[in-house]
């Protein structure tokens, strides 16, 4: 019976066995595991574009190489991910036709522009350090090819960090049109990165399923506020401050206390009335009608390869 299949699922769960692809599983965790790893995948392709504005601008051949080899970084975890999702059931067409119909979300956190090159340095201290913390946990996930994914995902996510933690050095350590540089970018992609958490665990529809089935170790308020104690500490060493008055260290809870997310501001973007929302969507769209030829080739060439060999 299916209450027999499902206990025997869990038991595997809760000792650590590895879910495979070809294992029985709820249909519902089949559906979470499919929501959350394409949403991850569009989130590492959508995050191409905020990065891939600054590649033509770099201010050096060496920052436009690093540059270009974290883009492409992404793609390949983008890539990655989306072979995870195929392992479920779901067809990659299927899979991007919902993130350019709207129906799949993709990070909040790409949502917001580049304005400077201090961007590319906030990002990647921000938003890859943000990352981090949520891929390292995921490295140990219920199912088999999300976390073998992850762990590869890792090795190349803390070079990106520590990248965008050197170009802030740097830039804290100039003159002081880049030290204000520096700052500003700080101040916009701060109260974002935090966002990228998810919202409270009392609001999180997910959690405690994904809890129960292994996907989420930590709660959505648990990494974040792991992050803010990493961050606050390596914001010393920039000499910058971060836009948050209520931060602070609280010595009774060992973890520094910070202000109230603004989360008006977090739904606004998930549903789409961010500041980049509608381009971000656009760009992919074009990219995807304007690479159709390419597929068609891979695919022509594929077709004839595999005649060739069945001569
Ligand atoms: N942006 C957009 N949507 C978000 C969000 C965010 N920052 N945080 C939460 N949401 C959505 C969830 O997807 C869910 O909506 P859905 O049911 O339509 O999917 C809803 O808000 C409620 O949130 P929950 O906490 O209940 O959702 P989850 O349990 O899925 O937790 C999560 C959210 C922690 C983001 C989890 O989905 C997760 O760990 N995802 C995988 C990691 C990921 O996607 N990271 C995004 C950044 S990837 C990245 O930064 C690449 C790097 O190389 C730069």
Not at 56 to 61: V, Y
Not at 63 to 80: C, M, N, S
Not at 191 to 214: A, C, I, R, V
Request: aromatic share 10%; with cysteine; net charge neutral.
């Amino acid at each position: 019976s299916v209450q027999e299949l499902e206990k025997i699922f869990q038991d595997k769960v809760d000792q650590e066995i590895k879910i495979e692809p070809k294992d029985w599983m709820p249909d519902a965790y089949r559906k979470t595991l499919v929501r959350q790893i394409s949403q991850h995948a569009h989130s590492e392709i959508v995050g191409m574009l905020p990065e891939g504005n600054w590649i033509s601008r770099a201010p050096s051949l060496k920052r436009k190489a690093i540059l270009l080899a974290k883009v492409q970084d992404e793609a390949g975890h983008g890539l990655y991910l989306y072979s995870a999702v195929e392992t479920l059931g779901t067809t990659r067409n299927q899979t991007i036709e919902d993130l350019h119909s709207g129906k799949a979300k993709y990070s909040s956190i790409f949502n917001y522009p580049t304005l400077t090159w201090a961007d590319i340095g906030a990002i990647g201290w921000l938003v890859d350090g943000a990352a981090i913390l949520n891929q390292v946990m995921l490295c140990r996930a219920s199912y088999g090819p999300y976390a073998r994914a992850m762990v590869r995902i890792c090795k190349e996510e803390s070079f990106h960090q520590r990248q965008g933690f050197e170009i802030l050095l740097v830039l804290s350590k100039g003159t002081p049109e880049q030290q204000a540089m520096c700052q500003d970018a700080i101040n916009r992609w701060w109260w974002p990165s935090l966002m990228m958490f998810g919202p409270k665990d009392s609001e999180s529809t997910h959690s405690d399923q994904s809890m129960t089935w292994k996907i989420k170790r930590k709660s959505n308020d648990e990494l974040r506020q792991q992050f803010v104690d990493m961050i606050v500490e390596q914001a010393k060493i920039l000499n910058v401050t971060l836009p948050d008055p209520a931060l602070q260290w609280n010595a009774e809870r060992g973890h520094y206390d910070f202000g109230e997310i603004d989360w008006v501001e977090f739904w606004n973007v998930v549903k789409g009335n961010g500041p980049c929302n509608k381009q971000r969507l656009e760009a992919r769209r074009k990219a995807w009608d304007e690479g159709a030829w390419v597929r068609d080739a891979a695919a022509a060439h594929a077709e004839k390869r595999k005649a060739r060999q069945e001569v």
